[in-house]
């Protein structure tokens, strides 16, 4: 069994900038127009603007490049932070009880119908209230975020 976890490939790009959304650059180079992702926390700090020549390293995604690296016009370069990305089913979020989730159902008159699914800010399950099926979005404190009826024909009440 193989136990080492694989690298992206890196790819890499150079060109000027000719257009800017936010965190994501658009450059034309040699290669063509890309669009490259800093990231929220790479971008911050940064002055980058149309006509600014960038060299870049990433991972290439079939919209984009995630830069790991940043070649500035100055020649600076700069290290670009991701955060881990999230894996379901791994424990990598605080522990929640479902109980809540439920309580706080019932408490508002909804019946619990399946499953609770838990998501990483909030639980999602399926209820029915007055006849009708709901999608659920439950805060982990209990809060109910999101009600939407289920466009279905309504489930009988007991």
Do not use: C
Request: glycine content about 10%; proline content about 11%; overall charge positive.
């Amino acid at each position: 069994m193989n136990t080492t976890q694989s690298k992206p490939d890196l790819h890499g790009a150079r060109g000027t900038i000719w257009a800017v959304f936010g965190h994501r650059l658009a450059i034309e180079g040699p290669d063509g127009r890309i669009l490259v992702d800093l990231g929220p926390e790479g971008a911050k700090g940064l002055a980058l603007k149309p006509g600014d020549t960038i060299a870049v390293t990433g991972e290439r995604r079939p919209s984009e490049i995630k830069v790991a690296s940043l070649t500035l016009p100055d020649g600076t370069q700069h290290a670009i932070p991701w955060k881990a990305p999230h894996h379901p089913g791994k424990p990598d979020h605080a522990p929640a009880d479902p109980a809540i989730a439920v309580a706080a159902l019932e408490r508002a008159g909804y019946r619990l119908e399946g499953e609770v699914k838990r998501k990483p800010k909030h639980f999602e399950l399926r209820a029915v209230k007055d006849g009708t099926a709901f999608a659920m979005h439950v805060a982990l404190d209990g809060t109910i975020r999101r009600a939407n009826p289920v466009a279905e024909t309504p489930l009988p009440t007991p």
